[in-house]
């Protein structure tokens, strides 16, 4: 073989300034891991590239600045790569071709000069090791380079023995550290094409993608050109990144092209403004995030900064930093003091570099369920205010006092309770005290004597419902806005979280209840857009629960609502009101693949159902009934123990056709008197109905819930802070 004397002998212990490394050029001098290319022996499932380090490197030049290791700092390097069951690398020199090998092994103890090192399966020759020249080994922790000019004794087939030297050089340091990856798949996306590769490493500016095919044509990787390709990340379908990237650099092998990639700026823009929203609390309970990397598969703690029921943020070194922009850890805990542990799953949203070499990430909670982040919610509502609390357990005969004292539960009220008060009183102690997803309560407390109340229930499949607003006078503080702005804040972040099944929120007042027609009907005053904030009059009669035997006159029919006749209800709805009402309970879109709302409430032992009835004259639809159910008491006014009517034939049905089809449902009831919603006004109006009161159906879509904040605030000088 033709000697070249760019390439000189292994080093020894003492000539390491003299020895000259060549630069190693793509096309004539190749790097290549765990097998050789030989004629026939090698398959592309068997090829595995070299590590990026070597390629276009000139180790003489780094040798000349490397930063030297001694003697017991390297054994102490090898002792904890073999203690933890890693590799290093071997560089070796093919006698014929003059190529540069890089295979894997593992060091055995490293306890005195001599260093017996093992090849990886993975790396395994086919051809004889024997007649390579050993070169040096490497140690490539992802960071910093450590070349090992160690002296060979003996190499067999699986093994080899060195004699270790009185240095080593840190040839290379790079700012921000490199990261392996294993089993991460890769969907690249680019002008409707889609290829397929694997994650080879990350940092927190971008990924290394492997790529087994690499189109020709098809795709664009030219560095500058501002051509975007969509990535997606996922391990085991289950998906940790996607978002639009840049290539960088790309560089092809034999089997297989490596392309560079870094994420766009501002793809995550949505989610940052969404955070502002509810600011971020310092609190003095300082939060540790605790999770398991998605990309490297390693546990980190990190230290929270700040935190919001929105997301928080981490700070972390500049050098040392784990993670990258649009990255969603599908598991994380956020854990306070080592005693409260709070699940949720988050999204890295932003990067921003501070002084001292440090980085401030930023993320967003993606989704955590309804009892986790209402005692999120309580921890820093009290760490802010001492009073105010979410959903706590409450003392209930201080909850009875206080319902009364403020009048919440005025004598025609407490006339419908009365006779069933003890049923009544184990509903609410299930609800207060085993706080169960399907209900939230606020409260502003002191010395456990409540001031102000408000809570609301999951009342249809996507809509909860306000309830029980109550206060009383406290030091000329406003209680009754402290749980109003509590339950905003946190309608406000919750909406967002998949598990709180929530796009409507609802609530139903008197006209003459001027506080909510301020605070709700106001919004939807302003607004003027019922398809954000509707509001809908309902006329309000108690009817009395007696056995009827009377049958509709011919011509008519009453039976349970089909879909035809829900789509003529939603038709009629549509161009008389043109609000949320049939959305919000669901009478349309009701092919939801969750559980039921009647089995979540199972679960708890509570009942939750309603059926819809349609009555018809010669198959004309003229009114739908629907039969809410509920455990009595569960609304105070009753207002889910009763049944809503929708009459679509304002003008031609008569009140005692009707009548008669109420007749036959009130029997499903366990009480004296079953109340009746009647919609609309103007059918009670013109037919003459007897009512008592009127209430307003007052529905808020969740996605103008900053619009209805920013009202708060500027009418009610609302402080969110």
């Not at 089997?255 to 990639?261: E, P, S, T």
């Not at 995550?268 to 300082?286: F, H, I, M, W, Y």
């Amino acid at each position: 073989m033709k000697k070249n004397s760019s390439v000189k002998m292994p080093l020894r212990n003492n000539d390491v300034d003299k020895f000259p490394i060549s630069k190693l050029k793509e096309n004539k001098k190749r790097l290549i891991t765990g097998q050789e290319i030989l004629t026939g022996s090698v398959t592309k499932e068997e090829f595995t590239p070299p590590p990026w380090l070597f390629q276009h490197q000139d180790l003489n030049n780094a040798l000349e600045s490397a930063k030297v290791l001694d003697e017991d700092s390297l054994k102490n390097k090898l002792n904890h790569i073999h203690f933890m069951n890693r590799h290093l690398l071997v560089l070796l020199r093919h006698p014929r071709y003059d190529d540069s090998v890089i295979v894997k092994a593992k060091p055995g103890p490293c306890l005195g000069s001599e260093l017996t090192c093992q090849f990886l399966a993975d790396s395994s020759l086919r051809t004889n090791l024997k007649r390579y020249t050993f070169l040096h080994l490497i140690i490539d922790d992802g960071q910093t380079v450590i070349l090992i000019p160690a002296t060979l004794n003996k190499m067999g087939k699986s093994s080899f023995s060195l004699t270790l030297p009185q240095k080593a050089y840190a040839v290379g340091q790079r700012q921000i550290r490199r990261y392996s990856c294993k089993e991460i798949d890769v969907e690249l996306v680019q002008r409707g094409l889609v290829i397929k590769g694997e994650l080879v490493d990350y940092s927190p500016k971008g990924f290394c993608v492997r790529l087994r095919h690499m189109p020709s044509n098809s795709f664009d990787w030219s560095p500058g050109t501002g051509v975007l390709t969509m990535v997606h990340l996922r391990r085991d379908q289950q998906n940790l990144f996607s978002g639009p990237c840049h290539c960088i650099r790309r560089h092809e092998g034999l089997y297989y092209a490596d392309v560079v990639l870094v994420p766009a700026e501002n793809q995550v823009k949505r989610s940052e403004r969404e955070q502002g929203r509810n600011p971020a609390q310092n609190t003095s309970l300082t939060p540790v995030i605790i999770f398991n990397h998605p990309f490297i598969e390693k546990r980190m703690q990190l230290d929270a900064l700040d935190i919001s029921t929105s997301g928080f943020s981490v700070c972390e070194e500049i050098d040392k930093g784990v993670l990258i922009e649009g990255m969603v850890i599908p598991e994380l805990t956020i854990e306070f003091a080592n005693a409260i542990r709070i699940k949720c799953s988050a999204q890295v949203i932003s990067r921003l570099e501070m002084e001292k070499k440090k980085v401030r990430c930023s993320f967003a909670i993606l989704d955590m369920d309804i009892n986790s982040y209402s005692q999120l919610s309580h921890l820093l509502a009290n760490s802010l205010d001492t009073n105010a609390h979410v959903s706590n357990r409450v003392e209930m005969d201080e909850l009875w006092e206080f319902f009364f004292e403020s009048g919440f539960i005025y004598p025609e009220k407490y006339g419908m309770l009365s006779y069933n008060r003890k049923r009544f009183k184990e509903t609410y102690v299930r609800l207060y005290r085993d706080n169960p997803e399907i209900s939230k309560h606020f409260t502003y407390q002191r010395n456990g004597r409540i001031y102000g109340h408000i809570s609301m229930v999951r009342a249809y499949e996507r809509a909860w419902m306000i309830h029980h607003h109550a206060a009383r006078s406290v030091e000329g503080r406003r209680a009754g806005f402290s749980v109003l702005k509590q339950i905003m804040l946190y309608l406000d972040n919750i909406h967002r979280l998949p598990s709180a099944k929530m796009d409507y929120v609802m609530s139903f007042f008197r006209p003459e209840n001027k506080f909510p027609d301020r605070v709700f009907g106001g919004f939807a005053r302003e607004l003027e857009n019922p398809r954000g904030c509707s509001m809908d009059l309902f006329s309000y009669l108690p009817y009395a629960n007696l056995v009827s035997r009377a049958t509709l006159l011919k011509g008519w029919t009453f039976s349970e609502c089909s879909q035809l006749d829900l789509w003529e209800l939603d038709r009629f709805y549509s161009n008389y009101s043109g609000g949320l009402l049939i959305d919000a309970m669901g009478l349309i879109q009701n092919n939801f693949k969750e559980d039921s709302l009647k089995e979540v409430y199972g679960r708890y032992g509570f009942l939750r159902k309603w059926m819809t009835y349609a009555l018809k004259h010669e198959e004309e639809l003229n009114a739908v009934l629907i039969v809410d159910q509920s455990d009595l008491g569960f609304n105070l006014s009753e207002l889910l123990n009763g049944i809503k009517i929708l009459v679509v034939n304002i003008d031609g049905l008569a009140w005692d056709v009707l009548s008669m089809a109420i007749a036959q449902l009130v029997g499903k009831f366990p009480m004296v008197k079953v109340p009746i919603l009647l919609y609309p006004f103007e059918y009670v109006k013109g037919k003459g109905v007897p009512y008592e009161k009127q209430y307003y159906a007052w529905i808020l879509n969740v996605r103008y819930g900053n619009e209805y904040m920013e009202y708060m605030r500027k009418k009610f000088k609302l402080d969110y802070r």
